[in-house]
Each structure stands twice: as C-alpha cells, then as structure tokens.
C-alpha cells in the first residue's frame, strides 16, 4: 500500500512538472530582470514587460493543448488538440486521431497553468516593482504574499485529483523510445 501511495504522489508531481513550460519560465526569468530594468522602470519598461507577461501567459495557455503520438511510421508526431483531433496530423491508420479531442479538462488546465504563471510573475520583486509599486497599500502587499501560495495549492490539488493526459511539446509519451525518430508536426 505504501508502494502505491508512493508512486501515486511521483505521478502527482510528474503532472505537476508539466504544468509550466520551463522554457517559458526560463524566458521569463531571464528578461524580466533586463525588461523592467531591475524594477527601476520608465513606460516603455512597464509596455515591454506587459508584452513579456502576455506572450508568456499566453505560451503557458496554449501549451496545454499540444500534445503527441507515434504514428504508423514510427515517428513521434506532435500537433495541437482540437476539436476533431490533432493537428497538423499526417493521415494514420493505426492511430485514432479522433482520441486526442479536446475535452474541458483541457481548458481547466489551461487557465490553472496560466494562474500559476501569473502566480510567478507576481513572485517576481522586479516585475512587481515596475508594474505595481508604490501604488501597492498594504493589504495589496499582503495579497502578493498570499496569492501565490494559494494559487499553488489549488492548481496542485486540481492536477493531482485529475491528471493531464496530454503529452504537450517536450514531453514524450511513456511508450516512445529516446531512440527512435522524432518528428515535429507543429
């Protein structure tokens, strides 16, 4: 039973690694400092860090309809989740492209991994400086200790009880080989 237990909260946290796209966040995490210079900013830092925020929140979205197959060629082929199936996809017989619909999970998890980013960006001293203070009374400064927190526990919760199924951009699916070919459908 503690087998179990074990190995259901290392498949929690493996769900909880893909709700953010490092690279986004890595992206983030390395212009926000030059973006908002140092929270020191003038408006055109305060429209360049708005954009960043934006297209981030935004890959942070979108990401979370990608998702992956191994087609009749053996090639990985990766494509976005849509209402009839993926795409782009190439024509598979073996493969029911119809099985990768989107469904309202999708969009749950969608909107969750774009809270959490903007939990992070709210976690970001520079990004808050440039944005928010000194406007910021007290309460507000409280909801930017609380928020991030809660918004974690949340997402944590909804992703450990409902699992994302979806093998988005950079995760490969448990059955594909590190070995074999690896196509790009997007």
């Known amino acids: 039973m503690a087998i179990s237990a074990t190995g259901k909260a290392l498949a929690g946290a493996g769900n909880l690694i893909r709700l ?3 690279g986004t966040v890595f992206l ?11 929270g020191h900013c003038e408006p055109v830092n ?8 934006l297209l981030c929140g935004l890959s942070c979205f979108l990401s979370s309809f990608t998702d992956s197959y191994t087609g009749d060629d053996g090639v990985l082929h990766w494509g976005f989740a849509t209402a009839s199936g993926m795409w782009p996809a190439p024509e598979s017989k073996t493969v029911d492209l119809s099985a990768y619909k989107l469904r309202v999970g999708d969009f749950v998890h969608a909107t969750l991994s774009a809270l959490v980013f903007g939990a992070l960006v ?3 001293s ?5 944005l928010f203070f000194p406007s910021f009374a007290a309460a507000d400064k409280l ?13 944590s919760a909804v992703f450990v009880m409902f699992p994302n199924t979806r093998h988005g951009i950079g995760y490969f699916e ?3 080989t590190f070995g074999g070919r690896v196509q790009r459908a997007l």
Do not use: E, R
Request: charged letters at 5%.
């Open 174 to 176: 448990s059955s594909a």
């Open 143 to 155: 909801l930017v200790q609380v928020l991030p927190p809660v918004v974690g526990v949340v997402s």
């Open 122 to 124: 709210v976690l970001d």
């Open 126 to 130: 520079d990004t808050v400086h440039c």
């Open 28 to 38: 983030f995490q390395f212009l926000s400092p030059i973006l908002t210079n140092s």
């Open 20 to 22: 953010l796209p490092t």
């Open 46 to 53: 305060k429209s360049l860090s708005i954009t960043l925020i």
